[in-house]
Protein backbone atom coordinates (compact mmCIF):
# COMPACT_ATOMS: atom_id res chain seq x y z
CA UNK A 1 0.00 0.00 0.00
CA UNK A 2 1.01 3.63 -0.98
CA UNK A 3 1.16 4.48 2.91
CA UNK A 4 2.17 8.05 4.05
CA UNK A 5 5.82 9.23 4.06
CA UNK A 6 5.19 9.97 7.72
CA UNK A 7 4.28 6.52 8.90
CA UNK A 8 6.81 5.05 6.89
CA UNK A 9 9.63 6.15 8.61
CA UNK A 10 7.93 4.88 12.39
CA UNK A 11 8.64 2.17 13.82
CA UNK A 12 6.64 0.84 16.50
CA UNK A 13 7.40 1.15 20.10
CA UNK A 14 10.60 -1.36 20.97
CA UNK A 15 9.62 -1.76 24.78
CA UNK A 16 5.91 -3.11 23.64
CA UNK A 17 7.79 -5.46 21.10
CA UNK A 18 9.69 -7.45 23.63
CA UNK A 19 6.32 -7.20 26.15
CA UNK A 20 4.72 -8.76 23.23
CA UNK A 21 7.17 -11.98 22.31
CA UNK A 22 7.66 -12.42 25.64
CA UNK A 23 3.54 -13.09 26.13
CA UNK A 24 3.64 -15.17 22.97
CA UNK A 25 6.23 -17.55 24.33
CA UNK A 26 4.72 -17.71 27.39
CA UNK A 27 1.11 -18.25 25.72
CA UNK A 28 3.34 -21.90 23.92
CA UNK A 29 3.84 -22.38 28.05
CA UNK A 30 7.10 -21.39 28.55
CA UNK A 31 7.80 -19.95 32.06
CA UNK A 32 8.90 -16.43 30.99
CA UNK A 33 10.03 -14.02 33.54
CA UNK A 34 9.80 -10.60 32.65
CA UNK A 35 11.49 -7.25 33.10
CA UNK A 36 10.06 -5.31 30.07
CA UNK A 37 7.31 -4.18 31.90
CA UNK A 38 6.76 -0.23 31.92
CA UNK A 39 4.28 0.11 34.38
CA UNK A 40 3.34 -0.80 37.82
CA UNK A 41 2.68 -4.08 39.10
CA UNK A 42 -0.38 -3.17 41.44
CA UNK A 43 -3.79 -2.45 41.36
CA UNK A 44 -5.28 0.81 41.16
CA UNK A 45 -6.28 1.65 45.01
CA UNK A 46 -9.70 0.81 45.66
CA UNK A 47 -10.98 4.58 46.63
CA UNK A 48 -9.90 5.52 42.78
CA UNK A 49 -11.95 3.08 41.63
CA UNK A 50 -14.84 4.02 43.40
CA UNK A 51 -15.29 7.22 42.50
CA UNK A 52 -15.16 5.80 38.64
CA UNK A 53 -17.79 3.30 39.78
CA UNK A 54 -19.66 6.47 40.83
CA UNK A 55 -19.04 8.27 38.08
CA UNK A 56 -20.98 5.34 35.68
CA UNK A 57 -23.83 5.45 38.35
CA UNK A 58 -24.42 8.95 38.36
CA UNK A 59 -24.46 8.61 34.91
CA UNK A 60 -21.66 10.78 34.10
CA UNK A 61 -21.04 9.25 31.46
CA UNK A 62 -20.98 12.14 27.98
CA UNK A 63 -18.69 14.11 26.54
CA UNK A 64 -16.66 16.52 28.76
CA UNK A 65 -15.30 19.74 28.08
CA UNK A 66 -11.87 19.37 25.36
CA UNK A 67 -9.33 19.97 28.07
CA UNK A 68 -10.64 18.03 31.11
CA UNK A 69 -13.92 19.21 33.81
CA UNK A 70 -13.11 22.07 36.10
CA UNK A 71 -13.01 19.61 39.14
CA UNK A 72 -9.85 17.66 37.58
CA UNK A 73 -8.31 20.88 36.31
CA UNK A 74 -8.36 22.20 40.21
CA UNK A 75 -7.07 19.19 41.38
CA UNK A 76 -4.00 19.74 39.29
CA UNK A 77 -3.59 23.08 40.07
CA UNK A 78 -3.62 22.56 43.92
CA UNK A 79 -1.30 19.42 43.26
CA UNK A 80 1.02 21.91 41.50
CA UNK A 81 0.94 23.90 44.64
CA UNK A 82 0.79 21.12 47.37
CA UNK A 83 3.96 19.76 45.87
CA UNK A 84 6.14 21.79 44.00
CA UNK A 85 4.72 25.49 45.28
CA UNK A 86 3.90 26.21 41.43
CA UNK A 87 0.44 28.26 40.67
CA UNK A 88 -0.99 27.69 37.71
CA UNK A 89 -4.44 28.99 36.29
CA UNK A 90 -6.86 26.91 34.55
CA UNK A 91 -6.42 28.10 31.42
CA UNK A 92 -2.72 26.80 31.79
CA UNK A 93 -4.10 23.19 32.21
CA UNK A 94 -5.11 20.99 29.52
CA UNK A 95 -5.98 17.14 30.56
CA UNK A 96 -4.94 14.36 28.06
CA UNK A 97 -5.41 10.49 27.23
CA UNK A 98 -2.03 9.87 29.13
CA UNK A 99 1.20 11.68 29.66
CA UNK A 100 1.93 10.27 25.86
CA UNK A 101 -0.86 11.87 24.11
CA UNK A 102 -0.03 15.61 26.08
CA UNK A 103 3.82 15.08 24.82
CA UNK A 104 2.21 14.20 21.16
CA UNK A 105 -0.06 17.08 21.45
CA UNK A 106 2.85 19.21 22.74
CA UNK A 107 5.52 18.22 20.06
CA UNK A 108 2.38 19.04 17.57
CA UNK A 109 1.76 22.54 18.74
CA UNK A 110 5.31 23.90 19.45
CA UNK A 111 7.52 22.12 16.88
CA UNK A 112 7.70 23.64 13.18
CA UNK A 113 10.24 21.93 10.29
CA UNK A 114 13.29 23.25 11.29
CA UNK A 115 13.67 23.12 15.03
CA UNK A 116 15.85 20.76 16.61
CA UNK A 117 14.80 19.29 20.01
CA UNK A 118 17.75 18.35 22.30
CA UNK A 119 17.37 14.86 23.88
CA UNK A 120 19.88 13.27 26.69
CA UNK A 121 20.05 10.00 26.07
CA UNK A 122 19.73 7.02 27.40
CA UNK A 123 16.17 8.58 26.75
CA UNK A 124 12.20 7.65 27.29
CA UNK A 125 11.82 6.19 23.83
CA UNK A 126 8.90 7.64 22.57
CA UNK A 127 10.81 11.17 22.44
CA UNK A 128 12.26 11.09 19.46
CA UNK A 129 9.39 9.84 17.48
CA UNK A 130 7.05 12.41 18.75
CA UNK A 131 9.26 15.43 17.86
CA UNK A 132 10.10 13.46 14.35
CA UNK A 133 6.22 13.33 13.43
CA UNK A 134 6.10 16.89 14.50
CA UNK A 135 8.69 17.70 11.47
CA UNK A 136 11.66 18.56 14.20
CA UNK A 137 14.94 17.09 14.05
CA UNK A 138 16.08 15.56 17.71
CA UNK A 139 19.23 16.41 18.61
CA UNK A 140 20.62 13.44 20.62
CA UNK A 141 22.90 14.47 23.77
CA UNK A 142 24.94 10.97 25.37
CA UNK A 143 25.05 11.26 28.88
CA UNK A 144 27.55 8.75 30.79
CA UNK A 145 26.95 6.67 34.11
CA UNK A 146 29.99 8.15 35.45
CA UNK A 147 28.13 11.49 35.48
CA UNK A 148 25.20 9.82 36.90
CA UNK A 149 23.32 9.77 33.30
CA UNK A 150 22.49 13.60 33.77
CA UNK A 151 23.14 16.01 30.70
CA UNK A 152 25.90 18.89 31.96
CA UNK A 153 25.18 22.80 31.54
CA UNK A 154 28.45 22.50 29.01
CA UNK A 155 27.00 19.83 26.85
CA UNK A 156 23.55 21.83 27.02
CA UNK A 157 25.26 24.77 25.96
CA UNK A 158 27.46 23.34 23.28
CA UNK A 159 24.40 21.78 21.54
CA UNK A 160 22.25 24.64 21.28
CA UNK A 161 21.84 26.49 18.06
CA UNK A 162 19.82 29.38 16.36
CA UNK A 163 17.37 26.24 15.49
CA UNK A 164 16.51 25.05 19.23
CA UNK A 165 13.32 24.82 20.04
CA UNK A 166 13.51 23.28 23.52
CA UNK A 167 15.17 20.45 25.61
CA UNK A 168 13.35 17.24 26.87
CA UNK A 169 14.14 16.32 30.20
CA UNK A 170 13.30 13.24 32.42
CA UNK A 171 13.37 13.27 35.97
CA UNK A 172 13.13 10.54 37.38
CA UNK A 173 14.35 9.21 33.93
CA UNK A 174 12.75 6.53 32.32
CA UNK A 175 14.68 3.93 31.75
CA UNK A 176 17.81 5.34 34.10
CA UNK A 177 16.32 6.06 36.80
CA UNK A 178 19.06 9.37 37.17
CA UNK A 179 16.77 12.21 38.55
CA UNK A 180 18.30 16.06 38.75
CA UNK A 181 18.82 17.60 42.06
CA UNK A 182 17.91 21.32 42.38
CA UNK A 183 21.58 22.69 42.03
CA UNK A 184 21.98 20.93 38.82
CA UNK A 185 18.50 22.33 37.47
CA UNK A 186 19.80 25.78 38.23
CA UNK A 187 22.46 25.30 36.54
CA UNK A 188 20.83 24.41 33.44
CA UNK A 189 17.70 26.53 33.69
CA UNK A 190 20.25 29.78 33.39
CA UNK A 191 21.46 28.55 30.05
CA UNK A 192 17.63 27.77 29.31
CA UNK A 193 16.76 31.33 30.16
CA UNK A 194 20.19 32.84 28.43
CA UNK A 195 19.72 31.23 25.02
CA UNK A 196 15.80 31.45 25.13
CA UNK A 197 14.43 28.05 24.58
CA UNK A 198 11.96 25.78 26.39
CA UNK A 199 12.26 23.02 28.56
CA UNK A 200 10.08 20.37 28.08
CA UNK A 201 10.08 18.48 32.03
CA UNK A 202 8.53 14.66 31.93
CA UNK A 203 7.98 14.84 35.59
CA UNK A 204 5.75 11.07 35.44
CA UNK A 205 8.00 9.58 37.92
CA UNK A 206 8.06 12.09 40.43
CA UNK A 207 6.27 10.49 43.04
CA UNK A 208 8.78 7.49 42.59
CA UNK A 209 11.98 8.72 44.55
CA UNK A 210 13.48 6.23 46.80
CA UNK A 211 15.99 7.16 49.56
CA UNK A 212 16.07 10.80 50.87
CA UNK A 213 15.67 12.28 47.43
CA UNK A 214 13.35 15.58 47.33
CA UNK A 215 12.13 16.09 44.07
CA UNK A 216 12.21 19.52 42.41
CA UNK A 217 10.29 20.61 39.49
CA UNK A 218 12.55 22.98 37.36
CA UNK A 219 9.88 25.10 37.17
CA UNK A 220 9.61 25.75 40.69
CA UNK A 221 13.00 27.19 41.04
CA UNK A 222 11.74 31.16 39.86
CA UNK A 223 9.19 32.34 38.15
CA UNK A 224 11.69 33.45 34.74
CA UNK A 225 12.29 29.86 34.10
CA UNK A 226 8.63 29.25 34.95
CA UNK A 227 7.63 30.54 32.08
CA UNK A 228 9.89 28.78 30.05
CA UNK A 229 8.99 25.51 31.33
CA UNK A 230 6.25 22.85 30.07
CA UNK A 231 5.23 20.28 32.17
CA UNK A 232 3.94 16.97 31.07
CA UNK A 233 2.54 14.78 33.73
CA UNK A 234 -0.34 12.02 34.69
CA UNK A 235 -1.68 9.84 37.21
CA UNK A 236 -0.39 6.47 35.04
CA UNK A 237 2.62 5.78 37.16
CA UNK A 238 2.16 7.41 40.82
CA UNK A 239 -1.61 5.74 40.93
CA UNK A 240 -0.88 2.52 38.75
CA UNK A 241 -3.43 3.84 36.34
CA UNK A 242 -1.84 3.12 33.05
CA UNK A 243 -4.88 1.85 31.33
CA UNK A 244 -7.05 4.83 32.53
CA UNK A 245 -5.11 6.95 29.85
CA UNK A 246 -5.13 10.33 31.81
CA UNK A 247 -2.09 12.90 31.34
CA UNK A 248 -1.77 16.38 31.39
CA UNK A 249 -0.02 19.61 30.45
CA UNK A 250 0.87 22.83 32.55
CA UNK A 251 2.55 25.72 31.16
CA UNK A 252 1.76 28.72 29.28
CA UNK A 253 -1.85 29.77 28.39
CA UNK A 254 -0.99 30.41 24.52
CA UNK A 255 0.35 27.10 24.11
CA UNK A 256 -2.51 25.10 26.15
CA UNK A 257 -4.88 26.94 24.13
CA UNK A 258 -3.01 25.55 20.57
CA UNK A 259 -2.93 22.21 22.29
CA UNK A 260 -7.03 22.45 23.46
CA UNK A 261 -7.56 22.68 19.55
CA UNK A 262 -5.22 20.48 18.27
CA UNK A 263 -7.08 18.06 21.34
CA UNK A 264 -10.54 19.07 20.22
CA UNK A 265 -9.82 18.01 16.34
CA UNK A 266 -8.63 14.64 17.29
CA UNK A 267 -9.54 12.82 20.58
CA UNK A 268 -11.79 15.04 22.29
CA UNK A 269 -12.10 14.93 25.92
CA UNK A 270 -10.67 12.02 27.71
CA UNK A 271 -12.59 9.69 29.61
CA UNK A 272 -15.14 11.54 31.39
CA UNK A 273 -15.01 8.29 33.97
CA UNK A 274 -11.27 8.26 34.11
CA UNK A 275 -11.23 12.24 35.02
CA UNK A 276 -13.54 11.67 38.08
CA UNK A 277 -11.34 8.57 39.10
CA UNK A 278 -8.10 10.99 38.65
CA UNK A 279 -9.66 13.72 40.54
CA UNK A 280 -10.09 11.17 43.61
CA UNK A 281 -6.29 9.84 42.90
CA UNK A 282 -4.96 13.39 43.29
CA UNK A 283 -7.15 15.07 45.50
CA UNK A 284 -7.93 11.37 47.81
CA UNK A 285 -5.69 9.64 50.71
CA UNK A 286 -2.33 9.30 49.29
CA UNK A 287 -0.96 6.65 51.23
CA UNK A 288 -1.23 3.57 48.36
CA UNK A 289 1.12 5.70 47.06
CA UNK A 290 3.57 5.82 49.73
CA UNK A 291 3.12 1.95 50.17
CA UNK A 292 4.02 1.57 46.67
CA UNK A 293 7.21 3.68 47.15
CA UNK A 294 8.57 1.43 49.90
CA UNK A 295 7.82 -2.03 48.07
CA UNK A 296 9.58 -0.45 44.96
CA UNK A 297 12.85 1.15 46.97
CA UNK A 298 12.82 -2.52 48.74
CA UNK A 299 12.59 -4.35 45.38
CA UNK A 300 15.33 -1.59 44.13
CA UNK A 301 18.33 -2.61 46.52
CA UNK A 302 17.41 -6.09 46.08
CA UNK A 303 18.07 -5.77 42.16
CA UNK A 304 20.58 -3.57 42.20
CA UNK A 305 22.44 -6.03 44.65
CA UNK A 306 21.83 -8.52 42.59
CA UNK A 307 23.08 -7.39 39.09
CA UNK A 308 26.34 -5.96 41.00
CA UNK A 309 26.88 -9.50 42.31
CA UNK A 310 27.36 -10.48 38.55
CA UNK A 311 30.73 -10.75 37.08
CA UNK A 312 30.59 -8.38 33.92
CA UNK A 313 27.85 -6.16 35.19
CA UNK A 314 27.83 -3.09 36.74
CA UNK A 315 24.40 -1.20 37.80
CA UNK A 316 23.88 2.68 38.71
CA UNK A 317 21.66 2.91 41.78
CA UNK A 318 18.71 4.37 40.54
CA UNK A 319 17.11 7.51 42.27
CA UNK A 320 13.69 7.13 40.91
CA UNK A 321 11.09 5.19 38.70
CA UNK A 322 10.97 1.68 39.07
CA UNK A 323 14.07 0.30 36.15
CA UNK A 324 17.30 -0.53 36.33
CA UNK A 325 19.77 -0.08 33.61
CA UNK A 326 23.17 -1.94 34.05
CA UNK A 327 26.26 -1.91 31.93
CA UNK A 328 26.83 -5.31 30.13
CA UNK A 329 28.94 -4.30 27.88
CA UNK A 330 31.30 -6.64 28.66
CA UNK A 331 29.44 -9.72 27.55
CA UNK A 332 29.33 -8.12 24.07
CA UNK A 333 30.89 -9.64 21.47
CA UNK A 334 30.98 -12.93 23.23
CA UNK A 335 29.89 -16.02 21.30
CA UNK A 336 26.89 -18.72 21.53
CA UNK A 337 26.61 -21.37 19.34
CA UNK A 338 28.59 -19.85 16.57
CA UNK A 339 26.70 -16.68 16.60
CA UNK A 340 28.40 -13.11 17.78
CA UNK A 341 25.89 -11.71 20.12
CA UNK A 342 27.57 -7.99 18.90
CA UNK A 343 24.77 -5.72 20.51
CA UNK A 344 22.44 -5.04 23.53
CA UNK A 345 19.43 -6.93 21.05
CA UNK A 346 21.38 -9.48 20.44
CA UNK A 347 21.91 -10.13 24.23
CA UNK A 348 18.68 -9.77 25.37
CA UNK A 349 16.90 -12.17 22.57
CA UNK A 350 20.06 -14.95 23.58
CA UNK A 351 18.45 -14.01 27.46
CA UNK A 352 14.68 -14.30 26.04
CA UNK A 353 15.30 -17.43 24.49
CA UNK A 354 17.85 -19.09 26.47
CA UNK A 355 17.21 -18.30 29.71
CA UNK A 356 13.61 -17.42 29.55
CA UNK A 357 14.01 -14.05 30.97
CA UNK A 358 12.86 -10.80 28.71
CA UNK A 359 14.40 -7.42 29.05
CA UNK A 360 14.65 -4.58 26.87
CA UNK A 361 17.67 -3.78 24.94
CA UNK A 362 19.79 -0.71 25.74
CA UNK A 363 19.83 0.32 22.23
CA UNK A 364 15.97 1.01 22.21
CA UNK A 365 16.75 3.81 24.53
CA UNK A 366 19.67 5.40 22.77
CA UNK A 367 22.36 3.81 24.92
CA UNK A 368 24.18 0.56 23.43
CA UNK A 369 26.13 -1.99 25.99
CA UNK A 370 23.16 -1.30 28.33
CA UNK A 371 19.59 -3.34 29.08
CA UNK A 372 16.54 -1.98 31.03
CA UNK A 373 14.83 -4.10 33.62
CA UNK A 374 11.89 -3.07 35.44
CA UNK A 375 11.76 -3.74 38.67
CA UNK A 376 7.72 -3.77 38.62
CA UNK A 377 7.48 -7.54 39.27
CA UNK A 378 7.82 -9.58 42.78
CA UNK A 379 10.66 -10.37 44.31
CA UNK A 380 10.16 -13.65 43.69
CA UNK A 381 10.59 -13.13 40.14
CA UNK A 382 13.76 -10.76 40.38
CA UNK A 383 15.79 -13.54 42.34
CA UNK A 384 14.61 -16.38 39.79
CA UNK A 385 15.43 -13.97 36.70
CA UNK A 386 18.62 -13.33 38.19
CA UNK A 387 19.97 -16.71 38.71
CA UNK A 388 18.70 -17.22 35.07
CA UNK A 389 20.79 -13.97 33.70
CA UNK A 390 23.80 -15.09 35.59
CA UNK A 391 23.33 -18.91 34.37
CA UNK A 392 22.86 -17.78 30.90
CA UNK A 393 25.49 -15.73 30.52
CA UNK A 394 27.83 -18.29 32.34
CA UNK A 395 27.52 -20.11 28.90
CA UNK A 396 29.09 -17.51 26.72
CA UNK A 397 31.99 -18.16 25.11
CA UNK A 398 35.20 -15.98 24.86
CA UNK A 399 35.03 -12.76 23.27
CA UNK A 400 36.20 -13.26 19.21
C1 LIG B 1 5.06 6.04 31.16
C2 LIG B 1 5.71 7.30 30.74
C3 LIG B 1 4.99 8.40 30.24
C4 LIG B 1 3.52 8.49 29.97
O1 LIG B 1 2.73 7.45 30.24
P1 LIG B 1 1.17 7.56 30.01
O2 LIG B 1 0.67 6.21 30.38
O3 LIG B 1 0.92 7.91 28.58
O4 LIG B 1 0.64 8.63 30.92
C5 LIG B 1 5.68 9.55 29.93
N1 LIG B 1 6.99 9.63 30.09
C6 LIG B 1 7.72 8.61 30.56
C7 LIG B 1 9.18 8.79 30.72
C8 LIG B 1 7.12 7.40 30.89
O5 LIG B 1 7.86 6.39 31.32
Redesign the pocket.
Known amino acids: MDLSARVCQLSPSPTLAITAKAASMRAKGLDVISFGA??PDFDTPGHIKKAAIQAIDNGFTKYTPVGGIEELKDAIIEKFKRDNGLHYERQQILVSC??????YNLAQALFDTADEVIIPAPY?V?YPPIAELAGATPVIVKTSEEEGFKISPDQLREVITARTKALIL?SP??PTGAAYEREELEALAEIILEKQIYVIS?E??EKIVFDDFRFTSIASLDKAIAERTII?H????TYAM?GW???YTAGPAELIKAMTSLQSQSTSNPTSIAQKAAVEALSGPQQPVREMVQVFHERRDLIVNRLNAVEGISCFNPQG?FYVFPNLSTWLGRTHEGRNLSNSLDLADYLLTKANVALVPGASFGAEGYERLSFATSTENIEKGLSRIEEALSHLGQHQ
Open positions: GEGGKHALWSNCNDIYVGVSKTRIGA
